[in-house]
């Protein structure tokens, strides 16, 4: 089993930068692609972003591409969403997601862990 903690969330402004933590218990981090969703307010979850086990791909939804970036320390049993050029319409709760795949899905009943969210708002 695999437990999930996300941080790193806040208020900040557009075009402002942040970086999100995920912090993965057990020792089969490794084993787990990695996905990072959000969920805004009246809206159904969506998929930002995932990464391999190794991390040497990834895939990101158009809506974030070229503004956002996930990377993963698996030594360190974490994977990171890497936010810059922040807008009004990122503002969601973020959460990171395992999935027990060499490359991890874009949907989310794909993914067998979930981490608690954190939540992002950006406004001015």
């Known amino acids: 089993q695999v437990q999930l903690v996300e941080s790193g969330g806040g208020t900040v402004q557009p075009g402002d930068s942040l970086r999100l933590s995920c912090a993965a218990s057990?020792?089969?981090?490794?084993?787990?692609?990695m996905g990072w969703f959000r969920q805004a307010p009246g809206k159904e979850r969506e998929f930002v972003g995932g990464?391999?086990?190794?991390?040497?791909?990834?895939k990101y939804a158009d809506s974030v591409k070229g503004r956002f970036s996930i990377s993963r320390e698996n030594i360190k049993n974490t994977v990171y969403l890497q936010m810059n050029s922040l807008k009004p319409e990122d503002t969601a709760v973020y959460y990171c997601?395992?999935?027990?795949?060499?490359?991890?899905?874009?949907?989310?009943?794909?993914?067998?862990?979930w981490g608690q969210g954190t939540q992002v708002t950006v406004s001015s």
């Open positions: 997601a395992a999935d027990f795949a060499v490359v991890p899905n874009t949907t989310a009943l794909e993914y067998e862990y």
């Open positions: 057990g020792p089969t981090f490794s084993r787990y692609g």
């Open positions: 990464i391999s086990r190794s991390g040497d791909w990834t």
